[in-house]
């Protein structure tokens, strides 16, 4: 249960590494020079009222009796990998995300890639969405951007700004797998299958190689009607036979060495998989595949945007979010297609996922009570098989980011935000870990009461995890559970340990905390978790067989009962690059060594004084700092 931080920084090529680290600029100081005014839906502060404890409340005891070994519990889930959970992210917002192009990488954004990485042993993300489509290369943008928007077609308001992107866009990515582990799948643009754009595959698998793990064929075609892509006629079988025209194009391509790392049909519900599988889809193009995807929204807060649809009350709506049906509805649909997927032996992927399309709820998505629901979403996914999942990260105009980027130039005076999803990410790359070998199951003890869902996690064939739900908000104390964990063909150990995911309420957003640490607060967030690592050891009493856990309400716990594997933090100093009084910068060259070092042994960035250190210091620069993080340095990264 190692937690700890070295900071360090290794200059590894003497000759060219030129590091320059200012002054420090205390975390706190961002809020007090925040301007007021508009605040955008990603700093929202709607806080809803949480559901009153329901009549008849759920048993606050119950027991859970667990089988020790994998081979003797029916239904058990696939392996699933700690990678999970990834995130999918929008084009159009890379810039504000990632950074300008591949010489300024958000650090942030490091940090908290790092921290899943760190648990998985790699992070997965999803680069598309619907600004995919029309997305079109360009050899250079103004300014040295490697992505844009094309001016927006004043005579045509309802079309979306195609997105513009250069070569640079791919070493932004290198760069950053080059930091932290990160795969990614890119999307095809299909807007016109007559002229394919072929240059983000091309581009993508000689500059990203292995780190490119798969390209999406078309996102949502099955809304292509609908947004007026495609005729009002076009059907599942036009989708399969384009499908089928790009991979006979794909095949004539000789830019494009790997041509069975394609991903469809991303299906978003308009038309259910069974549609696309019935035109012979998966035996058609087996060869080609290697994921099949769909993407899904519970629901949309499409309404108070376009004026489409039904106006869905956030204050309703949350009471769908804060039970366990939620997660079982969701899944429900694709139990058949997941079987199908395993039958074929492809991976089943939620390729775009969150709380509702269109940005989201204010109040809903940001909040504790939605990161219980995300985690329970993702859990009962795997438990699906499903094989991993993304959620969608958009812009300020969002309201269920997991982590959002202060506009560029602003961000002298703030800094990060985190949204409450992020933790499920992140506590989900803890619940499967890195061995590829974790399998779950919903355990639906306490009479499957909906508000306490509870899972079980094997790991290498041996019980290893147990997660344990409360979804109820009850500041009284009487609604907090005991589930006792026994295994009925074995013995308890003699003591568990438990790490908490807390908040006062699944209405709060700012004070939320996974095993007694937070990232912090709105505009806050570096991307370093922040305070004591507090992991409960609870006594078991082994005559008796039991582990008697405790649940408050709210809450979720991770049970560990074999040991955790350490998991060494590893941070970059922050903060932005678009104050250069706070900018760092250090080679290329050097970055890319440190490639699959440990988390160990990372190269870093930081220091406690206003100065300079260049390269003429030789051999390698360490900068250690002891305990918290409170006054940590300020600084970005800057790859020359
Ligand atoms: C938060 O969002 C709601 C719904 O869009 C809006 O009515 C409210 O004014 C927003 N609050 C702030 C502080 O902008
Ligand atoms: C497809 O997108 C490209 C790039 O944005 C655009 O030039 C072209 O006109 C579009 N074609 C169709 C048929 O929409
Ligand atoms: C990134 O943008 C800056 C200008 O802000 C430019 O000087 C630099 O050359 C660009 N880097 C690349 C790799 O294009
Ligand atoms: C709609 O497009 C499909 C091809 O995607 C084509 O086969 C069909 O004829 C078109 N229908 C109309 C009415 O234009
Ligand atoms: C539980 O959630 C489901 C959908 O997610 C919703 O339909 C139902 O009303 C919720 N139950 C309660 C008691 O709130
Ligand atoms: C997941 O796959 C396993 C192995 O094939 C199977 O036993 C289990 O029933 C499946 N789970 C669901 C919910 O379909
Ligand atoms: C940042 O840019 C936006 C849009 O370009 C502008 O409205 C805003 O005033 C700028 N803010 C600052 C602090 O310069
Ligand atoms: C887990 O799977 C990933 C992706 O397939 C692989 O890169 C990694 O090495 C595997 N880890 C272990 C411990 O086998
Ligand atoms: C049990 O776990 C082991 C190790 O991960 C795995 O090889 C085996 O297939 C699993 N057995 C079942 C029945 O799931
Ligand atoms: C934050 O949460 C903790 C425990 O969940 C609680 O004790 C504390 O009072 C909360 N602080 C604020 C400012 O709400
Ligand atoms: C490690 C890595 O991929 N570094 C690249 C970062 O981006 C620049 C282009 O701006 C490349 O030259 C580096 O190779």
Aim: charged fraction near 10%.
């Amino acid at each position: 249960m190692l937690f700890f931080t070295l900071w360090s920084l290794w200059i590894l090529d003497v000759a060219r590494a030129s590091v320059t680290v200012y002054g420090q600029v205390p975390i706190g100081i961002s809020s007090a020079l925040a301007p007021t005014g508009t605040v955008a839906a990603a700093y929202n502060d709607t806080t809803l009222q949480p559901p009153a404890v329901p009549s008849p409340a759920p048993p606050t005891a119950f027991t859970l009796s667990l089988q020790a070994a994998n081979k003797t519990v029916t239904g058990l889930s696939i392996p699933i990998h700690g990678t999970f959970f990834g995130f999918s992210v929008e084009m159009s917002v890379i810039t504000q995300l990632f950074g300008k192009n591949s010489s300024f990488i958000q650090v942030p954004l490091l940090n908290l890639l790092a921290n899943i990485q760190e648990r998985a042993g790699a992070v997965h993300i999803r680069i598309g969405g619907n600004t995919q489509e029309y997305a079109y290369y360009v050899d250079t943008l103004p300014d040295g951007h490697a992505i844009s928007k094309e001016k927006a077609d004043t005579n045509n308001p309802t079309q979306t700004p195609a997105v513009i992107y250069t070569m640079d866009l791919f070493y932004v990515l290198a760069n950053i797998s080059s930091l932290v582990n990160v795969k990614w799948y890119i999307g095809m643009p299909f807007n016109d299958t007559a002229n394919l754009r072929f240059q983000i595959v091309e581009y993508g698998e000689a500059i990203l190689g292995d780190n490119l793990i798969g390209v999406q064929v078309a996102n949502e075609p099955d809304l292509y009607a609908a947004h007026g892509h495609r005729n009002s006629s076009y059907s599942p079988q036009n989708y399969a036979d384009e499908f089928g025209a790009f991979i006979t194009a794909l095949a004539a391509n000789t830019n494009v060495p790997v041509k069975n790392n394609l991903i469809g049909p991303s299906v978003s519900g308009t038309w259910s998989p069974e549609q696309v599988w019935d035109t012979g889809f998966l035996t058609d193009y087996t060869a080609s595949l290697s994921a099949l995807s769909v993407e899904h929204y519970p629901t949309d807060n499409c309404f108070p945007i376009y004026g489409t649809g039904t106006y869905h009350d956030p204050q309703i709506e949350f009471y769908d979010f804060l039970n366990h049906t939620s997660a079982v509805a969701l899944c429900e649909p694709y139990l058949a297609s997941t079987a199908i997927a395993q039958a074929a032996g492809k991976p089943f992927l939620m390729f775009e996922t969150n709380s509702a399309s269109c940005g989201g709820f204010p109040g809903i998505s940001d909040s504790f009570g939605a990161a219980l629901w995300a985690l329970d979403y993702g859990l009962q996914m795997a438990a699906s098989n499903f094989s991993g999942a993304m959620l969608h990260v958009g812009g300020q105009n969002v309201f269920y980011n997991p982590f959002t980027a202060p506009p560029t130039n602003q961000s002298k005076y703030y800094e990060w935000t985190i949204g409450a999803v992020y933790y499920s990410a992140l506590i989900s790359s803890e619940v499967f870990a890195k061995t590829n070998t974790s399998q779950i199951i919903d355990l639906k003890g306490n009479n499957d009461n909906i508000y306490t869902p509870q899972y079980a996690i094997y790991e290498s064939g041996a019980i290893a995890r147990v997660a344990l739900f409360n979804y109820i908000t009850d500041p009284t104390g009487a609604s907090k559970y005991t589930a006792t964990i026994t295994i009925a063909d074995g013995t308890v150990p003699s003591s568990v340990q438990v790490k908490y995911f807390l908040s006062d309420s699944v209405a709060t957003k700012n004070n939320i905390t996974w095993a007694g640490q937070t990232l912090g607060q709105i505009r806050q967030v570096d991307g370093r978790f922040k305070g004591d690592l507090n992991v409960v050891t609870i006594t078991c009493d082994t005559a008796a067989n039991t582990c008697l856990i405790p649940v408050p309400a709210p809450a979720f716990a991770l049970v560990y009962l074999a040991p955790e594997e350490d998991i060494a933090t590893v941070t970059f100093a922050t903060s932005t690059y678009t104050n250069a009084a706070n900018t760092a910068t250090i080679a290329a060259s050097v970055l890319a060594t440190s490639n699959g070092m440990s988390g160990k042994d990372w190269a870093q960035l930081g220091s406690t004084s206003k100065g300079s250190i260049s390269g003429a210091v030789g051999g390698y620069v360490r900068v250690n700092f002891a305990g918290g993080l409170i006054g940590a340095v300020a600084a970005a990264l800057v790859l020359l």
